[in-house]
């Protein structure tokens, strides 16, 4: 910025905060603000009325120093707590005007100050009820994009919505998001949850009333709770099933499949715009801002009721806004007394949760073999050409069956080049999780060896901090094995248990793999045991993974009483083997929490075309102990599909396996993710 727009810019600001630009103001006699409390509306007076976001706070926090400010309403001061308070008005113009106006402000030194969003909002009924809380760490923006009339776009678009510089709605060439999207200081929101989440939230009788009416939507129906969520900004005022399918779609797009859609309001992404350029000049510290929004009405209506019916009923009052504007104030507090109450400490350094969450993911990353010929597997695939011109290669050859496997032993070039491809898209499957980072906790099936493992880790995830792979070479005839990569260090030797088939199976055992345990020390000081998986392939009859379930329960139930445990891997249950069959009400359900039941939306991870039908062939079991007095549980919305990166997907929107002629594709399977937080499961 040249100096004559920063005159420009800084008249403007001054302007806007109701004061000259020689009013004398220098930084030695501004303000020293702690907490920069942001609200959007209020609805009448002050105070004394039906209350907006505003009023409950400027009652009982005594904010009753006024600074003159021409935007949509005065600032409010409590100088003994140092709490300062702006309604920066509807919408996200008002909102990056308004913060922009109070960040350039000489009046006040902004730089050690905390801001907290508490407003209102529609949550999805999928995630949580109305007078719910939501921590939010992804900010979308639901405007900034292409759009054409839905019924003139092309007959395989989904949506007549796209994101710029795309070609197709969701288009896996995502661009470099310019505003689309604000991510909050993640560690910070944690901090934030974890201090609130067991909050016993106020409710009321007739809103109570209201959420019964969700009958599909088991969340949308339970008393208010606090949790994380993320937050879509949009000027428009958007309502029903079907845009808020799309809005769950569209966060998790420029979220990279990091972020959960739960809360629709109209300012986020204009506020954090605007603290994104004042931090930018050192004005403000973006890391110390977080935004809580409460479930004031759903995003769609109950059953039975037209999304027009509802919306119009919404435009003459929310059923839960003054629960909302409460429970705003309720969660909102407890943060700030804590921020407040050890000012000392916070002023210079931004709290973290002291415990972090843990996110699992299984992937069955589909023939990772090296190019090197190892005895005893079935390798013959997965060499160089100049490696598979020998008499005796070919002749081996000669004795596959298949016709297009025996084409693949003769013909596929397992280069150098090929191999480095695919442990590069097998890496981007991996690091798309975590903000580039990566899980915690991989679960990998289908892995040749330790030494492709490790290859994969020092050299494709050198940057994730995991520590060196665990795999047991097991007895699979193919010679894949199930594999883990943690961050999180080993409490013991890994050990890998075999399933016993019975004798009349006995020919068909060598297409299973074992049980590998793996005991993880968690930062809490406990020991989490994690199970990965490969079960039986579907052409087996449906005993072999009856024996399996069998084999990993009996495995579970030998653990300590006060152990958390989970199983990862690809359990090989097709979804018409489970309707027919019923293997995981009868397996799964009675001692494990499955991640499918938590994965809202989600087809599945597997697609199988002759049948036309998705699956789950990949879960995440999860085994809590010890009831109330757990350390560690499942976070609700975190159950995700990881398909964002382009390599992943086919056109036909199911997963691409790994071509190796062509470099193109990861693998015929999905990931799927799964977050553990402190503390039990409601």
Same mark, same amino acid.
């Given at each position: 910025?040249?100096?004559?727009?920063?005159?420009?810019?800084?008249?403007?600001?001054?302007?806007?905060?109701?004061?000259?630009?020689?009013?004398?103001?220098?930084?030695?006699?501004?303000?020293?603000?702690?907490?920069?409390?942001?609200?959007?509306?209020?609805?009448?007076?002050?105070?004394?009325?039906?209350?907006?976001?505003?009023?409950?706070?400027?009652?009982?926090?005594?904010?009753?120093?006024?600074?003159?400010?021409?935007?949509?309403?005065?600032?409010?001061?409590?100088?003994?707590?140092?709490?300062?308070?702006?309604?920066?008005?509807?919408?996200?113009?008002?909102?990056?005007?308004?913060?922009?106006?109070?960040?350039?402000?000489?009046?006040?030194?902004?730089?050690?100050?905390?801001?907290?969003?508490?407003?209102?909002?529609?949550?999805?009924?999928?995630?949580?009820?109305?007078?719910?809380?939501?921590?939010?760490?992804?900010?979308?923006?639901?405007?900034?994009?292409?759009?054409?009339?839905?019924?003139?776009?092309?007959?395989?678009?989904?949506?007549?919505?796209?994101?710029?510089?795309?070609?197709?709605?969701?288009?896996?060439?995502?661009?470099?998001?310019?505003?689309?999207?604000?991510?909050?200081?993640?560690?910070?929101?944690?901090?934030?949850?974890?201090?609130?989440?067991?909050?016993?939230?106020?409710?009321?009788?007739?809103?109570?009333?209201?959420?019964?009416?969700?009958?599909?939507?088991?969340?949308?129906?339970?008393?208010?709770?606090?949790?994380?969520?993320?937050?879509?900004?949009?000027?428009?005022?958007?309502?029903?099933?079907?845009?808020?399918?799309?809005?769950?779609?569209?966060?998790?797009?420029?979220?990279?499949?990091?972020?959960?859609?739960?809360?629709?309001?109209?300012?986020?992404?204009?506020?954090?715009?605007?603290?994104?350029?004042?931090?930018?000049?050192?004005?403000?510290?973006?890391?110390?801002?977080?935004?809580?929004?409460?479930?004031?009405?759903?995003?769609?209506?109950?059953?039975?009721?037209?999304?027009?019916?509802?919306?119009?009923?919404?435009?003459?009052?929310?059923?839960?806004?003054?629960?909302?504007?409460?429970?705003?104030?309720?969660?909102?507090?407890?943060?700030?007394?804590?921020?407040?109450?050890?000012?000392?400490?916070?002023?210079?350094?931004?709290?973290?949760?002291?415990?972090?969450?843990?996110?699992?993911?299984?992937?069955?990353?589909?023939?990772?073999?090296?190019?090197?010929?190892?005895?005893?597997?079935?390798?013959?695939?997965?060499?160089? #050409?100049? $490696?598979? !011109?020998?008499? &005796?290669?070919? @002749?081996?050859?000669? =004795?596959?069956?298949? /016709?297009?496997?025996?084409?693949?032993?003769?013909?596929?070039?397992?280069?150098?080049?090929?191999?480095?491809?695919?442990?590069?898209?097998?890496?981007?499957?991996?690091?798309?999780?975590?903000?580039?980072?990566?899980?915690? #906790?991989? $679960?990998? !099936?289908?892995? &040749?060896?330790? @030494?492709?493992?490790? =290859?994969?880790?020092? /050299?494709?995830?050198?940057?994730?901090?995991?520590?060196?792979?665990?795999?047991?070479?097991?007895?699979?005839?193919?010679?894949?094995?199930?594999?883990?990569?943690?961050?999180?260090?080993?409490?013991?030797?890994?050990?890998?248990?075999?399933?016993?088939?019975?004798?009349?199976?006995? @020919?068909?055992?060598?297409?299973?793999?074992?049980?590998?345990?793996?005991?993880?020390?968690?930062?809490?000081?406990?020991?989490?045991?994690?199970?990965?998986?490969?079960?039986?392939?579907?052409?087996?009859?449906?005993?072999?993974?009856?024996?399996?379930?069998?084999?990993?329960?009996?495995?579970?139930?030998?653990?300590?009483?006060?152990?958390?445990?989970?199983?990862?891997?690809?359990?090989?249950?097709?979804?018409?083997?489970?309707?027919?069959?019923?293997?995981?009400?009868?397996?799964?359900?009675?001692?494990?929490?499955?991640?499918?039941?938590?994965?809202?939306?989600?087809?599945?991870?597997?697609?199988?075309?002759?049948?036309?039908?998705?699956?789950?062939?990949?879960?995440?079991?999860?085994?809590?102990?010890?009831?109330?007095?757990?350390?560690?549980?499942?976070?609700?919305?975190?159950?995700?599909?990881?398909?964002?990166?382009?390599?992943?997907?086919?056109?036909?929107?199911?997963?691409?396996?790994?071509?190796?002629?062509?470099?193109?594709?990861?693998?015929?399977?999905?990931?799927?993710?799964?977050?553990?937080?402190?503390?039990?499961?409601?």
């Amino acid at each position: 910025m040249n100096q004559i727009q920063k005159i420009l810019f800084l008249g403007a600001a001054f302007s806007l905060a109701g004061c000259e630009p020689d009013n004398g103001a220098s930084a030695s006699d501004s303000i020293d603000v702690r907490i920069v409390l942001v609200t959007m509306f209020e609805r009448g007076a002050d105070t004394g009325d039906a209350p907006g976001e505003f009023q409950l706070w400027y009652e009982r926090r005594k904010l009753d120093q006024v600074f003159p400010f021409q935007g949509e309403h005065d600032l409010h001061y409590n100088p003994d707590s140092g709490i300062l308070a702006i309604v920066t008005g509807a919408g996200t113009a008002k909102a990056a005007s308004s913060i922009m106006a109070l960040g350039m402000d000489p009046r006040f030194d902004l730089t050690k100050s905390y801001w907290l969003v508490a407003g209102i909002a529609g949550f999805d009924p999928a995630d949580a009820s109305i007078g719910s809380a939501a921590w939010a760490e992804y900010l979308v923006d639901g405007d900034l994009s292409h759009e054409i009339d839905a019924r003139e776009k092309p007959d395989d678009w989904e949506w007549g919505y796209i994101a710029r510089h795309t070609r197709v709605p969701f288009d896996p060439n995502r661009p470099s998001p310019r505003g689309e999207v604000f991510r909050a200081n993640g560690a910070l929101a944690e901090w934030a949850y974890q201090l609130t989440r067991d909050l016993e939230l106020p409710d009321d009788p007739v809103v109570a009333r209201e959420r019964e009416r969700y009958v599909h939507h088991p969340n949308a129906r339970r008393p208010p709770f606090v949790l994380k969520g993320d937050n879509i900004a949009a000027l428009t005022f958007w309502h029903g099933e079907i845009l808020n399918a799309w809005a769950n779609a569209w966060v998790d797009y420029w979220s990279g499949g990091n972020g959960e859609f739960v809360s629709s309001a109209m300012e986020e992404t204009g506020t954090f715009q605007s603290l994104t350029y004042l931090d930018r000049i050192g004005r403000v510290d973006i890391d110390r801002a977080m935004v809580l929004r409460t479930a004031s009405n759903f995003t769609m209506p109950p059953p039975g009721v037209t999304a027009a019916e509802n919306l119009l009923r919404e435009n003459e009052g929310y059923t839960g806004l003054e629960l909302a504007v409460e429970t705003a104030y309720v969660t909102g507090s407890v943060v700030i007394d804590e921020l407040l109450a050890n000012w000392d400490e916070y002023r210079d350094r931004v709290p973290a949760p002291a415990v972090a969450p843990v996110t699992i993911m299984t992937f069955n990353v589909e023939n990772l073999f090296d190019n090197a010929d190892d005895p005893g597997k079935d390798d013959l695939d997965y060499l160089p #050409i100049e $490696a598979k !011109q020998t008499e &005796e290669h070919r @002749a081996a050859c000669a =004795r596959v069956e298949v /016709e297009s496997w025996r084409n693949r032993c003769l013909t596929v070039d397992w280069s150098h080049e090929t191999l480095d491809r695919k442990l590069s898209v097998v890496a981007d499957a991996i690091l798309q999780v975590g903000s580039g980072r990566g899980p915690d #906790i991989v $679960a990998l !099936q289908e892995v &040749e060896n330790i @030494a492709i493992l490790e =290859r994969l880790r020092t /050299e494709h995830l050198g940057d994730a901090g995991y520590l060196p792979g665990v795999l047991v070479e097991g007895d699979d005839a193919r010679g894949i094995d199930v594999a883990f990569l943690s961050r999180l260090p080993l409490a013991g030797p890994p050990v890998l248990h075999d399933i016993e088939i019975e004798e009349s199976m006995r @020919a068909r055992a060598g297409d299973t793999r074992g049980i590998l345990q793996a005991d993880f020390r968690m930062a809490d000081g406990s020991i989490l045991t994690g199970y990965a998986v490969h079960f039986p392939a579907p052409y087996h009859p449906t005993a072999m993974r009856v024996t399996a379930y069998e084999a990993l329960n009996l495995l579970a139930d030998a653990l300590p009483p006060d152990r958390n445990a989970f199983a990862a891997g690809d359990f090989n249950t097709t979804s018409v083997e489970d309707r027919r069959e019923g293997l995981l009400a009868t397996y799964a359900r009675p001692g494990w929490i499955v991640s499918n039941d938590l994965c809202d939306g989600c087809p599945g991870s597997s697609y199988f075309p002759p049948d036309n039908a998705w699956s789950f062939l990949d879960m995440i079991l999860w085994r809590p102990c010890c009831g109330d007095a757990a350390t560690w549980s499942v976070r609700g919305n975190s159950v995700r599909i990881a398909n964002r990166t382009p390599a992943q997907v086919s056109d036909d929107r199911t997963p691409r396996r790994f071509d190796s002629p062509k470099g193109n594709g990861v693998s015929d399977h999905w990931p799927v993710v799964l977050t553990l937080e402190p503390g039990h499961n409601p």
